[in-house]
């Protein structure tokens, strides 16, 4: 069974409908995972997600402007690359977002097809700048997602490779409840005739695998009548 693909995740924040739009379509059209702000406060919250891969920031927002975004997210640390929409002829704001720490900007109106481009190169920049394995640390699990591996308290937990898609499912949202109809869509496919019990089975092997105490679970918890969700 091919394991599913770890989407990148991408943040626009953008108070233009139609603009948000024809971003959202396309991105997502590319494989991304794309989600949205609307207003420079909420953009700011969004921006310090960890499992954010880029944001795509516009200047003028109502709330908080582009700019003091850049500012805030750079004063804190935050390296997540970053790509700046600015009003045609603003070089001042051009040149001012590059000094906070702006990886590139691109004018509006803009081309689709260029802004993609800008996007994938940044996107390459970055996991060049940041290499090795992925490890995602919750408690006493570190999960290795590129080579397939957890440990617990530094020993490793045997996962068949449908357990261990199952989790990554869990981690591609983490903090957010995907149903069960969804988990089994991503994890076994369209095609597949299983069960929500299958789930359920599939959630006591991983809890029994990986959880201290498996009746009152840590990471892997149930959202009554909903589904499941990882909680690092």
């Not at 919750?138 to 997602?145: E, F, Q, S, T, V």
């Not at 045997?158 to 149903?179: H, I, N």
């Not at 597949?192 to 789930?199: A, V």
Request: charged residues 30%; hydrophobic residues 45%; aromatic residues 4%.
């Amino acid at each position: 069974m091919p394991m599913p693909e770890l989407r990148k995740r991408i943040l626009i924040v953008e108070d233009d409908e139609s603009i948000t739009l024809g971003l959202r379509m396309n991105l997502e059209a590319e494989g991304y995972d794309v989600i949205v702000a609307t207003d420079g406060e909420s953009g700011l919250g969004a921006a310090r997600a960890p499992d954010v891969a880029l944001v795509i920031l516009d200047i003028m927002l109502p709330k908080m402007n582009g700019l003091e975004i850049l500012r805030q997210l750079r004063g804190e640390g935050c390296k997540t690359p970053i790509v700046l929409l600015s009003a045609r002829g603003a070089e001042l704001d051009k040149v001012m977002g590059l000094e906070l720490g702006a990886e590139d900007y691109i004018t509006k109106p803009f081309s689709l097809a260029e802004l993609l481009a800008r996007v994938k190169a940044q996107l390459r920049r970055d996991a060049i700048a940041r290499p090795g394995n992925r490890i995602v640390q919750a408690g006493k699990l570190a999960i290795n997602i590129e080579a397939r591996e957890v440990l617990r308290a530094g020993e490793p937990v045997p996962l068949t490779a449908t357990e261990f898609d199952l989790l990554l499912c869990l981690l591609e949202e983490a903090g957010r409840v995907l149903s069960r109809e969804q988990i089994l869509k991503r994890v076994w496919g369209p095609g597949h005739h299983g069960t929500p019990r299958t789930i359920d089975n599939f959630m006591l092997q991983l809890r029994a695998k990986l959880e201290d105490d498996p009746a009152e679970p840590a990471h892997l918890l149930t959202v009554r009548g909903v589904g499941y969700r990882f909680q690092a």
